[in-house]
């Protein structure tokens, strides 16, 4: 139990474009998830907070309007980086935690590269 | 939450059993050692935790200090699959989100 899968798994974009990626939870309801990003050889960086039916908290630094996050179901939620640019290239990782509980859950992760 | 001190590499023979160190001096009494590990390109995968009491489950065992000021995961038959970044975190459960250091990278060998 508590899967969590991210699709897609890989995407190669040319700058400028949007990307979307989504997260979902596929055996268990998410009240909240979570949105990381890990540059190679870095550690995973918390960029946003997401509850359900409400707006998404961004960490400080990251622009809210250029990570779009949506989070309109207890089993989806959506990271659409807007007019992506060849920085936003990353490993970007999201987690879901079980209503209810403590545990965070993580995706397989996507890997995005803006040419 | 606490800050956590990891070594930055550990090396394993397989076979043999790891034991990774985490130093959690600050640690307040109402928070948890949590342990996650993340293969490469691989999203985190959460290991084990626990508050001052030892735990084991199927993947490894977890060894708290009495003084709760460090803790050493086991892995006690280290296998290639093993090979990972291990990341130890204190968070209070329930309400704080998991924050990563650096973690220790793990390189198990034939």
């Keep these: ?115 | 939450d606490a800050k956590t001190t990891q070594p930055p590499s550990m090396d394993c023979a397989e076979g043999r059993a790891a034991n990774l160190p985490c130093n959690h001096s600050t640690i307040s009494g109402n928070e948890y050692v949590y342990w996650y590990r993340q293969i490469h390109s691989q999203g985190p995968q959460y290991i084990i935790h626990g508050l001052k009491n030892n735990e084991t489950n199927e993947m490894a065992s977890l060894i708290i200090t009495e003084d709760r000021k460090s803790s050493t995961l086991i892995l006690p038959h280290a296998t290639l699959r093993d090979t990972a970044v291990y990341y130890c975190i204190v968070r209070v459960a329930r309400y704080s989100t998991l924050t990563f250091g650096k973690g220790t990278m793990l390189l198990v060998s034939p």
């Design chain 1, 1 to 115: 139990g508590a899967v969590v899968s991210q699709h897609p798994s890989r995407v190669i974009c040319k700058s400028g474009t949007s990307v979307k990626i989504e997260c979902r939870s596929l055996d268990f309801q998410a009240t909240t998830m979570f949105w990381y990003r890990q540059f190679p050889k870095q550690s995973l960086m918390l960029m946003a907070t997401s509850n359900e039916g409400s707006k998404a908290t961004y960490e400080q630094g990251v622009e809210k309007d250029k990570f779009l996050i949506n989070h309109a179901s207890l089993t989806l939620s959506t990271l659409t980086v807007t007019s992506a640019h060849p920085e936003d290239s990353s490993f970007y990782i999201c987690s879901a935690r079980l209503a209810g509980l403590n545990e965070q859950f993580f995706g397989p992760g996507t890997r995005l590269t803006v040419l």
